[in-house]
């Protein structure tokens, strides 16, 4: 998992500001998934994309946020006027394509922390 | 819909003793995986280990073993002579096994375990 890169590993924003979160997949890796880890309700799925898709984004919130996977470069999860609520952890995990049985692996992790 | 239910918000234990994990799932898929992650105190996710649905053969690799069984969707993960360093948070996750839900993954609670000298 050490292949999954995000950063910034701490954020800190105010209320109002918006955060960005980046995530470099394992090299080769062409899927990426976002988890959000809320303090009381655990660790959530968020969304699902590829390169230049998104292919699933059930679980997230219909306001304020956004990700993208560009062709090229990081994938990107924007969180547009922060509120107290999103600070979390939020993890980004990668595969090299949809294989069923493959292992998915995480990263680091990046904190939010909205003041 | 999925869910894992790991009943244990906390273990506590000496080191040296075994500590086991319990994770119990949901789920009307017929084909699945199950996983087990650890989050140590620096807060990444580790994975430890991944079974599909149709391998039920219990395994052992050095001081983790498995124990799945279909009958009672049940998979618990064991620490044998438990050591500091094993402290961490322990998650158990449900992954369907279709293209389409693979890597949505369901998360339990956690299992949070404290090992003391």
């Known amino acids: 998992n050490a292949g999954v890169m995000q950063n910034p590993r701490h954020l800190v924003r105010r209320r109002g500001q918006e955060a960005r979160l980046r995530c470099s997949p394992m090299?080769?890796?062409?899927?990426v998934y976002w988890y959000r880890q809320l303090p009381e309700e655990g660790l959530k799925f968020m969304v699902y994309?590829?390169?230049?898709?998104?292919?699933?984004e059930s679980g997230m919130p219909k306001e304020r946020f956004s990700a993208e996977f560009p062709k090229e470069g990081p994938s990107i999860l924007r969180i547009q006027q922060v509120v107290r609520g999103d600070s979390a952890a939020y993890f980004c995990?990668?595969?090299?394509?949809?294989?069923?049985?493959?292992?998915?692996?995480f990263g680091e992790g990046s904190w939010l922390t909205v003041v | 819909a999925q869910k894992v239910t790991q009943a244990q918000t906390e273990i506590s234990v000496v080191e040296k003793e075994d500590v086991t994990l319990d994770c119990v799932y949901e789920t009307r898929d017929t084909t699945y995986y199950l996983f087990w992650y650890k989050q140590p105190p620096s807060g990444e996710l580790v994975f430890l280990i991944r079974r599909n649905s149709f391998d039920e053969q219990n395994e052992i690799s050095g001081r983790y073993s498995w124990n799945f069984q279909k009958s009672t969707s049940s998979f618990n993960f064991t620490i044998t002579a438990s050591q500091v360093v094993d402290s961490a948070v322990y998650f158990c996750?449900?992954?369907?096994?279709?293209?389409?839900?693979?890597?949505?993954?369901?998360f339990g609670a956690g299992t949070q375990v404290v090992v003391t000298p």
């Open positions: 995990a990668s595969s090299p394509r949809v294989r069923v049985g493959n292992t998915i692996y």
């Open positions: 996750a449900l992954s369907g096994g279709t293209t389409d839900s693979w890597g949505k993954l369901q």
């Open positions: 994309l590829q390169k230049e898709n998104i292919i699933d």
């Open positions: 090299k080769g890796h062409s899927h």
